[in-house]
């Protein structure tokens, strides 16, 4: 029986938010077009969606339908089997490529769905949402259609007018981190963020690079420092459209910030007694800065480093 794995056992804060899916992939069955057919029948689930925002149910938790539901048009994406039961969501009209920032009603439902359920939403967002926003082939341009249970999109063969190309699911890395320099973390804020909200320098991972190296590279861009030490904590699926958030650690001997007012509007450093504080008074006014929420792997980073420097 298939069981989730846990977040990473170096952070002791609690589970990531959006990993720990309870949906077992099942790769044996979304590779079997008549395994998956049989399993297209009345016992089959379907996650239901309003766009790429869940529906909640009367007990707070995600809604879901049959097959029933579903108009005959729509694509379904198989998600893998929950109780022996096929899971399927359907692909919306129209994807979305904005931050989570700028979503708030997608914000306020992650907020509400319990552990499971946010990582069955999660994976499913990601997934629905890259099949809405891939619907043509980036080689050729014509029409592409889902295969594999939705996991791969095929462009059409050449006699068809296509050029047969094959299209996975991608995910972004993206390195978040941690800068200390003398029991002091460095953090900052994009102009995008809510008032006073700071959190940890992150970045895209470029071609070439190592996680390591994109660390060093994204603190120097943005905050003009040099940093030592990279350390990997632990990693987030961030659906919003689908990265990979890989939490690190470093130290940097250099305390004077150069900031590149493109990518950051404020950074600071902030001591441990502010960073407490502020974790602890989620939302208030009296602290120094506004934390990160607890669905964000920055929120966990942050509880890390104060369990770290006990």
């Not at 689908?242 to 950051?264: F, K, R």
């Amino acid at each position: 029986m298939h069981k989730p794995v846990t977040a990473p056992s170096v952070l002791t804060t609690g589970p990531i938010a959006f990993a720990g899916s309870p949906i077992d992939r099942a790769d044996h069955i979304r590779v079997n077009k008549e395994a998956l057919g049989a399993r297209m029948d009345w016992r089959a689930k379907v996650l239901m969606l309003d766009g790429l925002l869940p529906q909640i149910d009367e007990m707070g938790g995600l809604m879901w339908g049959t097959l029933a539901d579903v108009p005959q048009e729509a694509e379904l994406v198989f998600l893998g089997l929950m109780d022996d039961k096929a899971c399927f969501a359907a692909v919306p009209e129209q994807g979305a490529t904005g931050p989570a920032y700028a979503m708030p009603r997608a914000w306020q439902a992650i907020q509400r769905l319990s552990p499971p359920d946010l990582a069955i939403y999660g994976g499913a967002r990601s997934l629905v949402d890259w099949h809405a926003r891939h619907r043509f082939c980036a080689n050729c341009g014509q029409p592409t259609s889902p295969a594999k249970g939705g996991w791969q999109r095929n462009c059409a063969p050449t006699d068809e007018g296509g050029c047969g190309a094959q299209h996975f699911p991608r995910t972004d890395p993206v390195t978040i981190m941690l800068v200390e320099n003398e029991g002091r973390l460095l953090l900052g804020r994009q102009p995008r963020f809510p008032p006073r909200s700071f959190s940890a320098l992150a970045g895209f991972v470029e071609p070439g690079e190592t996680i390591e190296e994109a660390v060093a590279r994204e603190v120097h861009e943005e905050a003009g420092l040099r940093v030592h030490d990279v350390e990997y904590i632990a990693t987030q699926p961030w659906p919003f459209p689908s990265q990979l958030m890989i939490g690190c650690y470093s130290q940097t001997d250099e305390t004077e910030i150069t900031l590149d007012v493109e990518e950051l509007e404020e950074a600071r450093w902030f001591t441990r007694d502010e960073v407490a504080h502020a974790l602890a008074n989620l939302g208030s006014e009296e602290t120094a800065f506004s934390a990160p929420p607890p669905a964000a792997i920055a929120h966990s980073l942050l509880k890390w480093w104060l369990e770290k420097s006990q």
